[in-house]
């Protein structure tokens, strides 16, 4: 069983029942779902995923008015009930993992990602914010919301950036893509700076990701999970994640072209592919096939005045 499986079927079989019997004032006002850090959340865990914080447990989300009620109370219950579900040993926690299920208030759980308490105001309050966080704290699935007001929050998030600060990353991220990857890979493995070339084609695959999140108006995971992701995109996301896997997984054979000579022509693939969606969506019209020159032009489609006139390499 995956891990968001047993965490709902543990809630069906003892969470609602609890609140059912010992919080039925409140059955119709408390949230119930597995949302936040852990490979489960994202639905990736697998039998190496479960020496640590994996097993049964849910989250609850309240109101503060209701977190500051009965909060303590939920949670000396939610203690009570059995370790064990179908199975499955008590779920196994972490020094850093020990927050990661139980009853929170719902401004302090999005807090404790985004900063906030609310939903961003601005461009500077969105751009400050990790963009892993926001991934972790609109994945997983809310069981039950009868009150709505979690799910609210979420679903404001996952309506993603505003448009002026998408345009901005993907203009940043054309920038560094080219930079690492078009210009930057080749020029460090001719000078034998293999070092360096390796750090290119890393820093590389990592805006390539980026960007196409980006495109696909989805936050991107933390790094361990961010190329395994990229398979449910839409646009660009399963034939750019074989790409890499190809550049990481190529070696030097009994090939025409050299080991460094492939990694470049995939490299070259990327962006070409990268360059027809960006002219697809008209946010670029530059017939360069240096993904350099695209980078600007996406950033002239910014409204906001203060972004821009950024640095376009800046985000």
Same mark, same amino acid.
């Given at each position: !069983?995956?891990g968001? &499986?047993?965490?709902? #079927?543990?809630?069906?079989?003892?969470?609602?029942?609890l609140i059912?019997?010992?919080?039925?004032?409140?059955? @119709?006002?408390?949230? $119930? #779902?597995?949302?936040?850090?852990?490979?489960?959340?994202?639905?990736?865990?697998?039998e190496?995923?479960?020496?640590?914080?994996?097993?049964?447990?849910?989250?609850?989300?309240?109101t503060?008015?209701?977190?500051q009620?009965? #909060?303590?109370k939920?949670? &000396?219950?939610?203690?009570?009930?059995?370790?064990?579900f179908? #199975?499955? &040993?008590a779920?196994?926690?972490?020094?850093?993992?020990?927050?990661?299920?139980?009853?929170?208030?719902?401004?302090?759980?999005?807090?404790?990602?985004?900063?906030?308490?609310?939903?961003?105001?601005? %461009?500077? @309050?969105?751009?400050?914010?990790?963009?892993? %966080?926001?991934?972790v704290?609109? %994945?997983?699935?809310?069981?039950?919301?009868?009150?709505?007001?979690f799910?609210?929050?979420?679903?404001?998030?996952?309506?993603?950036?505003? @448009?002026?600060?998408?345009?901005k990353? =993907? $203009?940043?991220?054309?920038?560094? =893509? $080219?930079?690492?990857?078009q210009?930057?890979?080749?020029?460090?493995?001719?000078?034998?700076?293999?070092?360096? $070339?390796?750090?290119?084609?890393?820093?590389? +695959?990592?805006?390539?990701?980026?960007?196409?999140?980006?495109?696909?108006?989805?936050?991107k995971?933390?790094?361990k999970? !961010?190329?395994?992701?990229m398979s449910?995109?839409? =646009?660009?996301?399963?034939?750019?994640?074989g790409?890499?896997?190809?550049?990481?997984?190529?070696?030097?054979?009994?090939? !025409?072209?050299? +080991?460094?000579?492939?990694?470049?022509?995939?490299?070259?693939?990327?962006?070409?592919?990268? =360059?027809?969606?960006?002219?697809?969506?008209?946010?670029?019209?530059?017939?360069?096939?240096?993904?350099?020159?695209?980078?600007?032009?996406?950033?002239s489609?910014?409204?906001? +005045?203060?972004?821009k006139?950024?640095?376009?390499?800046?985000?």
């Open positions: !069983m995956k968001m &499986e047993i965490a709902e #079927g543990y809630w069906w079989k003892y969470g609602a029942p059912e019997q010992k919080f039925d004032d409140y059955k @119709e006002r408390i949230a $119930a #779902g597995l949302v936040g850090d852990g490979s489960d959340c994202f639905g990736f865990d697998d190496i995923s479960r020496d640590h914080d994996w097993g049964p447990g849910f989250c609850l989300w309240l503060k008015q209701d977190y009620k009965i #909060g303590k939920l949670d &000396e219950e939610l203690k009570k009930l059995p370790t064990e179908e #199975g499955i &040993e779920r196994k926690v972490s020094d850093q993992g020990g927050d990661r299920v139980g009853v929170f208030e719902i401004g302090g759980f999005y807090r404790r990602f985004i900063g906030l308490d609310r939903i961003p105001a601005s %461009n500077r @309050e969105w751009r400050a914010i990790p963009e892993g %966080n926001l991934a704290c609109t %994945n997983g699935k809310v069981f039950t919301d009868p009150l709505k007001e799910t609210s929050f979420r679903e404001a998030l996952k309506r993603f950036y505003p @448009e002026d600060v998408r345009l990353k =993907i $203009a940043s991220r054309c920038m560094t =893509i $080219a930079q690492s990857g210009y930057n890979f080749m020029r460090c493995a001719k000078r034998s700076e293999y070092v360096a $070339a390796q750090y290119s084609e890393t820093q590389f +695959l990592a805006d390539t990701i980026s960007l196409i999140f980006l495109l696909n108006k989805r936050y995971p933390f790094y999970w !961010m190329h395994r992701a449910e995109l839409p =646009i660009l996301g399963e034939v750019t994640q790409l890499l896997l190809e550049i990481v997984t190529t070696r030097e054979g009994d090939l !025409m072209e050299s +080991l460094y000579d492939k990694k470049s022509r995939l490299i070259e693939k990327i962006c070409a592919n990268i =360059i027809d969606e960006l002219r697809k969506e008209r946010l670029s019209d530059s017939p360069s096939d240096f993904l350099l020159h695209h980078g600007p032009i996406v950033q489609k910014i409204k906001d +005045l203060e972004l006139n950024l640095d376009v390499m800046l985000e």
